[in-house]
């Protein structure tokens, strides 16, 4: 399974990348607009550059794709937009939400070999549009669907038995992550790709048993080097 870490935040992006276990990044408008706030740098540079700085930088901290989402919600200022992120870098995954210009957008930029990724699906057939108009990810948001009570990873079971009927080269990129049972149920059924909070990535090395062991190792360890001398 790919890991991509959901952030635009450069310098957690940068410190998570140092393990050599992440394989892209995701971002949206609210985590853009978090980094936003905690930064002076919007005054001078206005929302656009801010965003093509940032994506910018996440781009070159790794080479797999770095999604940046287009804010606009008609086709025509939706593809200007994605046309001129996908210029950003050659890893950057232009990223359209789950509608018909969405959609039509994901269409029009995939025919010219831009990667895009289509987010916001919460349900098969919208899983089926998307990977129909040729999008290089779909991304499932199941922490979002469990909020409402449905079962978010019941829908990637059924994208991947879906899409496992056709050659899509559409790949299922579970979103909404929430927590590790979330990454190895997905992991479990096979889902190719999960974008991960930094919170949920680190939680992948944890185990009460390790620290406990390691603790106990370290502490004899330390007996026996008094013991020699
Ligand atoms: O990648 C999509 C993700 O950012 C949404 O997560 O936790 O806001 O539902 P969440």
Redesign the pocket.
């Known amino acids: 399974m790919r890991f991509f870490i ?1 952030s635009a935040d450069v310098n957690e992006v940068r410190e998570l990348a140092k393990s050599g276990l992440v394989d892209g990044v ?1 971002t ?1 408008p609210s ?1 853009i607009a978090k980094e936003i706030k905690k930064s002076s740098a919007m005054a001078d540079k206005g929302s656009g550059g801010y965003i093509h700085t940032r994506i910018g930088e996440l781009c070159a901290l790794l080479d797999g794709p770095v999604s940046a989402e287009v804010t606009a919600t008609d086709f025509p200022e939706m593809y200007k937009e994605g046309k001129s992120l996908a210029k950003i870098a050659k890893n950057v995954a232009v990223k359209v939400p789950l509608t018909e210009s969405g959609l039509r957008c994901c269409h029009a930029l995939s025919l010219e070999g831009i990667d895009v990724n289509v ?1 916001l699906c919460f349900s098969s057939a919208q899983a089926l549009l998307a990977a129909k108009s040729g999008a290089r990810f779909v ?1 499932p ?1 199941i ?2 669907l469990d909020d409402i009570g449905h079962d978010g990873l019941q829908l990637i079971e059924e994208i991947l038995e879906l899409y496992s009927h056709y050659k899509f080269s559409t790949e299922v990129l579970v ?2 992550v ?1 927590n590790i049972g979330h990454v190895i149920a997905s992991a479990r059924m096979g889902a190719p790709i999960a ?1 991960l909070p930094p919170k949920v990535f680190r939680a992948l090395y944890k185990h009460p048993l390790t620290d406990s062991g390691l603790a106990a190792f370290l502490s004899d360890w330390r007996e026996s080097k008094q013991s020699i001398l």
């Open positions: 959901d995701t949206n985590l987010t991304s948001f922490g979002r979103a909404s929430r974008t």
